[in-house]
């Protein structure tokens, strides 16, 4: 069987990162999208909130797997079986920070695969950060969050704002 890992901090989710996980569903037999903890970032969204924003969306997709992880995601996929990890990349300097870690990744596992997909025009741009400036000043992100999940996203941003 063939499976892959999509990992991220998904603070929120966004449409670009549901394009991934719909494209990459349909290359593999089964798909683990893991909240990633990353110690450097200031989280909006626990942990568990990212984990059911992402099982709303996902709720359609068989072959999906929503998880989380507190430990390097190269050793959650060893320990899943699985040797594909997917990552998106929307510009140069995503494309810079992906290939540290990709080599980061290859010399603590060195049977993983690292799989770059790029969003489509209309999600290239979108990010996790911009969602939550929109929110700040009371703009519309519907069409940049799932909507499954927008009404979630704003009262939790609009908490956290005032």
Not at 48 to 66: D, P, T, Y
Not at 91 to 116: C, G, M, P, V, W
């Amino acid at each position: 069987m063939k499976k892959a890992i999509y990992p991220g901090t998904f603070d929120p989710l966004t449409t670009g990162h549901l394009d991934i996980i719909k494209r990459s569903s349909q290359m593999f037999e089964e798909l683990h999208v893991v909240v990633a903890d990353d110690y450097t970032k200031k989280h909006s969204f626990t942990e568990q909130e990212r984990v059911q924003f992402i099982k709303k969306c996902v709720a359609n997709f068989k072959n999906v797997i929503v998880s989380s992880t507190n430990d390097l995601v190269v050793r959650y996929a060893k320990e899943n079986d699985i040797n594909i990890m997917i990552r998106g990349l929307r510009n140069f300097a995503d494309y810079e920070k992906e290939y540290q870690l990709f080599q980061f990744n290859r010399h603590i596992n060195s049977n993983i695969e690292t799989i770059f997909l790029i969003p489509t025009h209309k999600e290239q741009y979108v990010s996790s950060s911009s969602i939550k400036e929109l929110v700040k000043f009371n703009a519309d992100i519907s069409k940049f969050v799932p909507k499954e999940i927008v009404c979630d996203v704003i009262a939790k941003l609009k908490k956290e704002t005032y």
